[in-house]
């Protein structure tokens, strides 16, 4: 099976580390030796003995009878989009790890592979190496989910579990991040959550089966997370974590990626540093947990090698993908209901009943700092805020959804 | 798509509740509707809507070429291991929650659902409703798997739990358990790990691909296991928790049952009560976890209805499943090599100087009850015991091998 590779960076690269690693167990889990005959990239490598394999145009792969699947490792939309629409129409598999492309076309790409009786793969898209895009679709068919909630951006997690455990600061930690490698120069993507919304909408979309758009989903990243929410949080017998989440209740969908406070009984306050979980909730199965290392070149490598795999073993046949391109109309934003902490600066000792004459009951948290900190019962996002608003004299420092 | 059932018990009338509760979504997974023509049963049931399919004569299945897949949710080798090669050979996939005959007798299971174009599939025979056998198949397909270690004994994670939570006896755990129903009257499979033996079985065939025996495998179970050791696993910041593990190590394969101290920040040590979790260590993904519910009527249901869909979904096609027949030679039980949790009666103040002179040097435990505690260095179990016994004149109130 002749396998053409775009993009030679961090994944492509250890695409090829996998196959030749493991090719004994792969060609018996595919039945067939899987052999890399191109990869496209802009670049050469002199030194490296996958120079033989580079091409620099896409169409040598396109028009070689000979390649069935077509493995992308590149990211972005162009020309990843237009790439992976010949690449199905030429009737080659396509396996991604591209979380833009597959959140944002994926729904149509599902449709042209269906049309030319092949395969449009993304398991690395979301979690890295962990199985997820394929037990939702093979494993969980016999309930119906009604939630998913993951950490899914391993950067912010391990930006998140440094600053919990040694009590630094987002900027500092972030720093440091960025001179390990494991943070980009421009972490917006990461730090602003915008990665995690990008894989909720496609774990969205494969439980609900209809298009979850990602511009859609309120988001929000870390970057005001403190140190101070960090010692209430533990205070509180929690942790925070950045959550991307899906929900279904009667026939209204919501989603949202924010930070948000979890008790430490909670089975993804567990997972720390660069490891993702993600948590599925089915009618009948109830919570099922998915962990592993959410990054990296050779688990996410690994997730694509398997698409590979299963691509090799489906030649000829399609594999059901139910995720149509019907829109899924979100609750708004403001309706969603949700308890939040919030840390105000203390005023004067008045400042109980002022809150409670706006909140209604509220639950008190010892505070730090001439602060005063509670926790609101569950309301509607948009009464939430109105009420803040109300209390516009006081000093708002923090407000962190809570995980009930 | 017409199922029968075999066995109309907790788990059989489970498929049935989950079938009836989301026929549209498992219609569309299936891409076909899932209709239960006959339940087979020796009982009847005169108020409840499955009694006019009950059939109390496997032949009528059998010779109804209308039944292309049989569900069985009975248990035990006989009469399912006659039923199972009956249906494979008579053209029908065999779909099956009984961990005993899977264990036994998958490999030739699987080799006659292959000869007759047919599936035989487990999903349920291990870790209740978390998907686990197919993402073993399916996805963890470019790795090679050098280690699985789960908790797959609900009953007896939920005695663990409870005796750490509450400081309770073993005794007194089980003997609640048992009112509340959590545990049978006659709790050997359970807490003599032998249910669990049977489960690490399956697993680790379908990890390396040949057969393991379980009988073969050394299973202790959590019966010695006192309120005592809980404090000690406490003050060493540890849980103590009932493991099934297999590894494999250059070629050399063990596999093991037997409670493990493993420290609170292992992914196993915060799955709690009825909760399974099953960690699998591959050489190009690293760890994975698969976390959910082992047991209970629902989940275990959903596990099977989801091969129910899996198997009219591959009508006509055979689902590779790489186990054969070939039996795995284990690694004699004595030259495994770990370390070990010691508690002795401090005979005198001597004892470290005379455990020293025997064990080489040991990692002292601050000690209860005028108790000496300590934890051995790695060494093979033949090694381990050679020692203990010339420590004969000290009476050893507890052992518990320690995950490294």
Known sequence: MKVALLGYGTVGSGVVEVINSNSDSIEKRAGKPIEIKYVLDLRDFPNDPVNELIVHDINVILEDDE???????????????????????????????????????GAELLEIARKNNVNFLF??????????????????????????????NGTTNYILSKMKD??????????????????????AADVEGY?????????????????????????????KITKEDMIYAEKMNCVIKLLGTCQKQDENVFARVSPML????????????????????????????FYGKGAGKLPTASAVVADIVDAAKHSGTNIMTIWNREKVELKARGDVRVGYFVRVAKVDEGIK????????????????????????????????EQKLEALREIEVLSKIRVQE
């Open 262 to 289: 979890i008790s430490k009984t909670h089975p993804l306050a567990m997972v720390n540093d660069v490891f993702n979980a993600i948590l599925v909730k089915g009618n009948m199965v109830g919570d099922l947990m």
């Open 195 to 223: 990665d995690a919304c990008r894989k909720i909408a496609i774990l969205a979309s494969l439980a609900f089966g209809e298009h979850v758009n990602f511009e859609d989903i309120p988001t929000e990243g870390i970057t």
């Open 67 to 105: 390649v069935e699947i077509v493995a992308e490792a590149m990211g972005g939309i162009n020309p990843a989009y237009k790439f992976a629409k010949s690449c199905l129409e030429n009737g080659k598999s396509y396996v991604t790890s591209n979380k833009e492309l597959v959140a944002l076309h």
């Open 166 to 187: 040694e009590g630094r600061s987002f900027d500092d930690v972030l720093k440091e991040a960025q001179d390990l490698g494991y943070a980009e120069k421009n972490p």
């Open 353 to 384: 009943s002022r809150i409670e004459e706006i909140f209604g009951e509220v639950r008190e948290v010892e505070a730090i700092n001439n602060e005063y900190a509670f926790i609101t019962r569950v309301m509607k996002e948009k009464h939430f």
């Open 123 to 152: 398991e690395a898209s979301v979690g890295g190496g962990i199985p997820i895009i394929r037990p939702l679709n093979q494993s969980i068919t016999a309930d119906e989910i009604y939630e998913i909630t993951g950490i899914l």
